[in-house]
């Protein structure tokens, strides 16, 4: 668990020891993110060195022109002006060249650093447990994704070089300032104090600013997503004027924070620009006196102008430089956060080999809780037989899809072990697990592509027969074939071309083709008809016959191919037999199908 808080809740009042744990994280991993990249920094960083100093030599040269080049012209000697000449041109063909280079070379490196990111993002979200997925919104993921890394993105590709260009241009000028003149020199380290007071200023008040401008900015991608992914919702319950004003609001709280960085420059910069003019008109007035006394030369003061001029350029740049830094900054301590995040269902690291499970089933002592004083199933055993068909019945919240999510293993018990064959799940090796259990559940998601692709993920080296076969073992052959064009149509994003029960017999035919031992349905026959759902029983009837199977269902007709059903109330089995057996006592489930049975009619 990252410390930003549960499962990447983002916020702004950290503490201080969790400050620096994330600025400590975020160091690793942009270190981690470097490192292959060593070669090519060291050799970016030289060009950059040799370019700064190449072009810190320029006003140097420009002095020496002038008090040594022009009085040897009045004498006929023009070989100083000529070296003073050439060697300002040459000092610009090679700043120019390196220039050119580290540009091309920074660029290449920002493109690898974010290739890696972007793929270590995708990579380790993938591999998160069901409880990150279910916690931490879809938008907050699309925010990393996206606007963070763009921020990241931005810096890279021109911040870094602007500020070691900056950084080395200003150590360079001031190192010559200093050798030419070193009252000149003091003069800009006088002007340092007030330079260093502002930026400290800044630095300050832009830190949490640009923290809370990313936070903003992410509220907005946030309330974006969900509106768009849950538009039917919306419309469905005209919530287009309250999503409006909150989304006015977020879009006026992103604003207001920007309005204050904004603020924030239009101090910094005028600030900037009065201390550099003060040391430029300072190194003027007090070198022309000196020229006039001739203890300096004309050059040389020219020189120290310039330089002193020079070395205030690139602040500007390098507030802005500070921009970028603070907002890549805030988008590496979220990415880092997320991929700080260590799965709640960790791979085994001894994993136990079971190519071909048979499908026996065991709880042993399992309970489960999210947290001590909620228990959502209290210490229970059960014992599911290979090739059983079990069907788990219940009101809402009775904890039956939660059992079903355990036997998936996308949650491990808080005690007890859930077996196959014997083998604790969680030590089982986790693509025999992916095969041996299927979970079906009522969302019935399809990926933009085939329909013939879309079964084809429960096997994916399946071939076409093979696919056309398990359409047709759950019925769902006939409507493919009535598409546009046939298994080869293309369902749009969500399955937006097909209706709800028709990605439902998809996702059952992509489970059937996988061929597990174990085979889970969670509310997987709630979109369906009851024509439909009566072809999908009778598809079930065979596909279930060799395999073990639980049934999560509300129908009490889906219970009827069931060899066995448990009632559940409050996480506990409450009664547990035959669907004749219970049907024919006085218990909870004969009282459930009754009242099935009589709205029926």
């Known amino acids: 668990m990252s410390v930003t808080g549960v499962q990447g809740e983002e916020r702004l009042d950290y ?3 969790e400050s620096r744990e994330i600025r400590r994280r975020s160091v690793r991993l942009l270190g981690s993110l470097l490192r292959p990249q060593r070669a090519k920094l060291w050799l970016t960083a030289a060009a950059i060195v040799v370019s700064s100093a190449a072009q810190a030599a320029g006003p140097a040269i420009i002095a020496f022109g002038i008090d040594q080049g022009i009085p040897a012209l009045v004498e006929q000697n023009w070989y100083p002006a000529a070296f003073a000449g050439l060697a300002y041109l040459l000092t610009g063909v090679v700043g120019a060249f390196l220039i050119a280079m580290y540009i091309r070379l920074s660029a290449r490196i920002g493109q690898a650093i974010l290739i890696d990111l972007r793929t270590r993002v995708f990579l380790h979200t993938q591999r998160l447990s069901l409880e990150f997925h279910e916690s931490y919104t879809s938008g907050r993921i699309i925010s990393r994704q996206t606007s963070d890394l763009d921020a990241i993105r931005e810096l890279l590709d021109e911040g870094l070089t602007l500020l070691v260009r900056g950084l080395m241009y200003m150590v360079f000028t001031a190192g010559a300032l200093v050798i030419i003149d070193p009252t000149s020199g003091l003069v800009l380290l006088v002007a340092l104090v007030p330079l260093g007071i502002l930026t400290r200023w800044f630095q300050v008040r832009s830190q949490a600013l640009f923290r809370r401008s990313r936070v903003a900015s992410a509220q907005l991608i946030v309330k ?43 101090v910094y910069n005028p600030g900037l620009a009065f201390i550099g003019n003060t040391a430029v008109a300072a190194t003027l007035v007090l070198g022309g006196f000196r020229v006039v006394d001739g203890a300096l030369e004309i050059g040389v003061l020219l020189a120290a102008v310039l330089y002193t001029k020079r070395f205030f350029d690139p602040m500007e740049d390098m507030a802005m430089f500070y921009n970028g830094y603070q907002s890549a900054s805030s988008a590496l301590e979220k990415i880092s956060g997320v991929l700080e995040e260590e799965p709640s269902v960790p791979d085994p690291a001894h994993p136990v080999d079971l190519r071909r499970a048979e499908g026996h089933v065991g709880f042993e002592g399992v309970q489960f809780e999210y947290t001590r004083d909620r228990v959502i199933l209290p210490r229970f055993d059960l014992d599911l037989p290979a090739g059983q068909t079990v069907a788990l019945v219940g009101a809402t919240g009775a904890g039956k899809t939660t059992l079903a999510k355990l036997l998936a293993r996308f949650y491990d018990p808080s005690d007890g072990v859930v077996t196959l064959d014997g083998v604790d799940l969680r030590e089982l090796h986790p693509k025999d697990l992916r095969r041996a259990i299927v979970m079906v559940t009522q969302e019935a998601y399809l990926f933009s592509g085939s329909v013939a692709d879309n079964i084809a993920l429960g096997k994916p080296a399946a071939t076409f027969d093979e696919i056309v076969a398990a359409a047709k073992a759950v019925g769902a052959h006939e409507f493919i074939e009535g598409l546009p064009n046939g298994y080869d ?72 191919i069931a060899d066995r059903v448990l009632v559940m109330e409050q996480g506990r089995i409450i009664e547990d037999g035959s669907p004749a057996d219970l049907i024919g006592g006085s218990g909870r489930f004969a009282a459930m199908h009754a009242a099935w049975r009589d709205s029926l009619v």
Do not use: C, W
């Open 15 to 17: 503490t201080k020891a």
């Open 224 to 266: 974006f997503v969900e509106t768009m992914t849950g538009m039917r919702a919306v419309q469905a319950f005209r919530s287009e004027k309250r999503n409006e004003a909150e989304f006015g609001g977020l879009v006026e709280d992103y604003r207001d924070v920007n309005a204050r960085v904004l603020g924030l420059f239009a």
């Open 489 to 560: 149509t293309d369902v749009n994003k969500r399955g937006g071309r097909v209706s709800a029960g028709q990605r439902q017999l998809i996702s059952f035919a992509r489970a059937f083709l996988a061929d597990p031992a174990v085979l889970i349905l969670d509310e997987a026959t709630s979109s369906l008809d009851i024509p439909s759902e009566r072809l999908v029983q009778e598809g079930l009837q065979t596909l279930l016959a060799d395999r073990t199977a639980v049934i999560i269902a509300h129908r009490l007709s889906t219970v009827a």
